[in-house]
């Protein structure tokens, strides 16, 4: 019998990183895809992006409406509890073998309760980051303590999920799924991407993508608002891609509607570029903007600088194309000018990054087909690091 392996996703960006994977179990003839689709990719307001991924030729086994309307933590937290009710019975009626899981989100948290209380064996990607300005990382850890099987991104990582008590020879350190992506996938050329979006690019671009700091609730009108104004000063047509359903993000949505309206030749806002348009864009671009995880990622192997601004991705990895700031004008004003610069350039032209490696869906395909059911259904012990 072919090994079941159910792939959740709840965003636009998680399925745009698994989209490849995904295709690699489906095509495999010992495996068998299934999907599970919730939160954002249900949602109008967030742009229906399951229809992506049955555009893309994927069969969703089953959809999992989640998300309460509300801009609140108490409505991300009834989201939350909706969300289980749900994976549970999805769950159990698909009864997979291995339920993959990317990440850091607040619905895949529902998920991995769900699948650990139904004795369903997790394989969590990209495990062991940092991002302490958001409640992201204690879900992520907590994610981790539930899996059977760990993909990380750098070796640093691995070592922090082996950490958290993790045993070694489950922990994989197979590179960053979204750059091996990179590789694989067609991107679109100027005319191409200009037509898709019904938007001119300049000579010189910006992409901006912002999410609100959830650790730090209160302060996100504020910053985002310094960030729109230091962009006034930007020489060049910016791309805004909107953020995902946390906690704050209505308030960055509503700003940025405001401040396309008021500059729209020069600005386009998207709820959803889709994964191909995204970075096809970055081939364009001359610097991103944001806080967003893709900023310190994907954004360096195209080889232009980055502007990461506040604590939301504070302590992650990354290269030495990415400038952290703080949220003031006077910060992001100078980390942008920096940026921009002929030497900043060229010292971003030549930085590595250090989540890129070779054959990362290849080597996840590996472990998800070879693992045997008795490792997976194993009591997990916790590994003491003796000091």
């Not at 490849?20 to 003839?29: G, N």
């Not at 760990?150 to 922990?171: A, D, N």
């Not at 600088?305 to 100078?334: E, F, T």
């Amino acid at each position: 019998m072919k090994r079941k392996i159910c792939v959740a996703t709840g965003t636009r960006a998680d399925y745009g990183i698994l989209s490849l994977l995904m295709q690699s179990i489906k095509s495999h003839p010992d495996l068998q895809l299934q999907i599970i689709a919730t939160n954002m990719h249900l949602v109008p307001e967030y742009g229906s992006t399951c229809q992506e991924i049955e555009k893309d030729g994927f069969s969703i086994d089953k959809k999992v409406e989640m998300l309460v309307a509300g801009n609140t933590p108490t409505a991300t937290v009834k989201s939350l509890g909706l969300g289980i009710i749900g994976f549970s019975d999805a769950l159990a009626e698909l009864l997979p073998d291995i339920l993959v899981i990317l990440g850091d989100r607040y619905e895949m948290l529902g998920m991995a309760s769900a699948a650990l209380l139904l004795r369903i064996p997790i394989a969590h990607i990209s495990g062991g980051d940092v991002t302490e300005g958001a409640f992201d990382d204690a879900i992520r850890h907590s994610i981790s303590k539930m899996s059977s099987l760990h993909f990380t991104s750098t070796e640093t990582y691995r070592k922090r999920v082996i950490q958290l008590g993790e045993e070694p020879q489950y922990v994989f350190n197979v590179g960053s799924l979204s750059i091996d992506n990179m590789k694989r996938i067609r991107l679109l050329s100027k005319a191409e991407f200009e037509a898709s979006i019904g938007f001119r690019l300049a000579p010189h671009n910006a992409l901006v993508t912002y999410h609100p700091e959830t650790a730090t609730p209160g302060s996100t009108e504020k910053d985002f608002g310094n960030l729109l104004r230091c962009l006034e000063n930007f020489p060049g047509n910016i791309i805004f891609t909107k953020p995902n359903s946390d906690t704050g993000s209505r308030t960055i949505a509503q700003m940025i509607d405001q401040y396309t309206d008021s500059h729209n030749r020069s600005s386009k806002a998207f709820i959803s570029l889709g994964y191909q348009r995204y970075l096809s864009a970055l081939q364009f671009m001359d610097v991103v903007i944001g806080n967003s995880s893709s900023g310190l990622v994907e954004v360096p192997s195209f080889h232009i600088p980055s502007v990461n601004i506040g604590n939301r991705q504070k302590g992650r990895l990354h290269g030495d194309s990415v400038i952290d700031c703080d949220s003031s004008v006077q910060g992001i004003q100078a980390a942008l000018q920096q940026a921009l610069s002929p030497e900043f350039r060229k010292k971003a032209a030549h930085a590595c990054n250090p989540y890129e490696q070779e054959n990362t869906i290849d080597s996840i395909l590996a472990v998800l087909l070879n693992t045997p059911d008795e490792i997976l259904h194993r009591q997990k012990r916790f590994n003491d690091i003796h000091l």
